[in-house]
């Protein structure tokens, strides 16, 4: 069992910043990838970013050169650096695990970008 907790997310103005953590615990031996989803009000969730445990990242196309991903194997936590935020990156950020066959979700940190 791997229990994942997000923090950072909050209101940011158009063009801000913000830092989303993932903390994991747990059976984190068996942890390879972790990253981030997000899911709007009446959408369905979608891919942000992944990285390996070997430091090999993926972003999805709308963050790409906005979002940044990295991760500490050591402190079990992974990050997204999260930069020229638009209205549209509005949503709930989840964070996730994939190991063993098996994937495990934070309760998720909610993200707002308006004025």
């Known amino acids: 069992q791997v229990e994942l907790v997000e923090s950072g997310g909050g209101l940011a103005q158009p063009g801000g910043s913000l830092r989303l953590s993932c903390a994991a615990s747990g059976s984190i031996f068996s942890i390879n990838a972790m990253g981030w989803f997000r899911q709007a009000p009446g959408k369905e969730r979608e891919l942000v970013a992944t990285?390996?445990?070997?430091?090999?990242?993926n972003y999805a196309d709308p963050v790409k050169g906005r979002f940044t991903i990295s991760r500490d194997n050591a402190r079990n936590t992974v990050w997204l650096q999260m930069n020229s935020l638009k209205p549209e990156d509005t949503a709930t950020y989840y964070c996730g695990s994939w190991g063993d066959g098996k994937d495990y979700w934070g309760k998720g940190t909610p993200v707002t970008v308006s004025l």
């Open positions: 990285i390996t445990s070997g430091g090999k990242t």
